[in-house]
């Protein structure tokens, strides 16, 4: 599995690769590449959006992008969240994207996007390290 088979199934895959970038290139002295990746404060961080697109926390396809209603009243239907990620994976089998779900994936997209960002640079992790 590569990251572009991912990125053509997931087009939110995309949209996160371009926001590292922007991130990597606006990276000054101080960097940290941890805290560009898991958020702090009011910044969402990286990973805690990957999750939503790849692996088993998956939130299922763009609906509002999709113009999928039916999906969309799916979904809104189901009571749970757990009825709700049903219906997201049990969609993404219909569509041939269920490999979205897997835990490979999940690391793939992880390994790739995380390589983008640019090392720790002056920064409380790298202290913690050395
Ligand atoms: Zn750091």
Known sequence: MTWDELAAMEPGLAGLAAEVGRIARGAGRDFCANAA???????????????????????????????????????????SRMEARTAAFAEDIAHGLDALWSDEAYDVAYDHLYDLLPDCRACRCVDAIS
């Open 37 to 79: 990746w898991y958020g702090y404060r009011d910044w969402p961080g990286i990973k805690p959006r990957l999750v939503h697109l790849v692996g088993w926390s998956r939130r299922g396809r763009q609906r509002a992008a999709s113009g999928d209603l039916f999906a969309q009243l799916t979904t809104m239907a189901a009571s």
